[in-house]
């Protein structure tokens, strides 16, 4: 008899620099097509799903993924053997299993993204992989203002795109469109490096992106906070306010669920 799928949330932790995001795709290679192919070697149920479809080069330190799984090693040896298969970028830092109801994208509650940028005119090998890297400390005052005014339910449509299919986008923008919750925002300045942290319910595709280049330009003022406060209260125009932030210094930190939904006791027998 075919054994029961048991739903299992994973933690997972990749190095973003030679994918093309993490969303799987007809020709390139992507976190996702990675990851299904390991849990293939165990699993005839494979089809991994996301808290959040990161960038082409963005990075994840607590990405989490749900899948059905039908195969023969415990979940609590998974993430060994998963790793076992997996290439050196990639790593799965937990399994467990979780009630059938729980979704990775749908029961989250909020997630966190890690933005880093060094400033030293000087180019630095061992740190632009995971940062950007600018010529000069930015203004620090203005930088902490341009957080403060994104914090709370704002429209976010000049800083992302609805990531959605065409054919879902008309009824979410009846919904909810491109209202986002800001929950927290946070900066930690260590030597020439800056950390800028930012916990929203849910975020638009490149919206973290965009809002790190747009701070960056506020805080060379090239942009003003009251460009910025207007466009986050108007929705009538999509056109970016400053160059998006490049990839490499954005981290997915962590994803946050309610209680309740982290575990779940195993399925026993088959």
């Avoid at 059938?100 to 000087?122: D, E, G, K, M, Q």
């Avoid at 942009?223 to 209260?233: D, F, H, Q, T």
């Amino acid at each position: 008899m075919e054994q029961r799928p048991q739903r299992v949330r994973a933690v997972v932790c990749y190095d973003g620099t030679d994918f093309l995001g993490f969303q799987r795709q007809a020709t390139g290679r992507t976190v996702q097509a990675v990851l299904e192919q390991a849990l293939l070697r165990c699993s005839s149920s494979r089809a991994v799903v996301p808290a959040g479809r990161t960038d082409t080069g963005v990075h994840a330190a607590g990405q989490v993924v749900h899948f059905d799984y039908t195969g023969r090693v415990p979940v609590d040896r998974l993430s060994v053997f998963l790793n076992d298969r997996l290439p050196r970028d990639v790593s799965v830092i937990s399994c467990q299993p979780v009630p059938p109801s729980f979704h990775a994208r749908r029961s989250a509650l909020s997630r966190t993204y890690r933005y880093t940028l060094i400033a030293t005119r000087t180019r630095d090998p061992l740190r632009e992989r995971y940062a950007w890297r600018i010529d000069r400390p930015l203004h620090q005052e203005l930088l902490c203002a341009a957080l403060a005014a994104v914090k709370g339910q704002h429209s976010f449509r000049h800083f992302g795109e609805i990531p959605e299919s065409k054919q879902q986008r008309h009824i979410i923008e009846q919904h909810r469109g491109w209202q986002r919750k800001m929950l927290s925002t946070e900066i930690k300045e260590q030597g020439d490096t800056l950390h800028i942290t930012l916990e929203a319910d849910a975020f638009l595709t490149h919206m973290a992106r965009a809002l790190i280049g747009t701070f960056v330009a506020i805080s060379r003022e090239r942009c003003s906070l009251a460009r910025l406060r207007e466009a986050l209260s108007d929705s009538r125009s999509s056109d970016q306010l400053a160059p998006m932030a490049p990839p490499q210094g954005l981290v997915l930190w962590s994803v946050q669920y309610p209680e309740g939904l982290d575990a779940a006791p195993l399925h026993q027998g088959s």
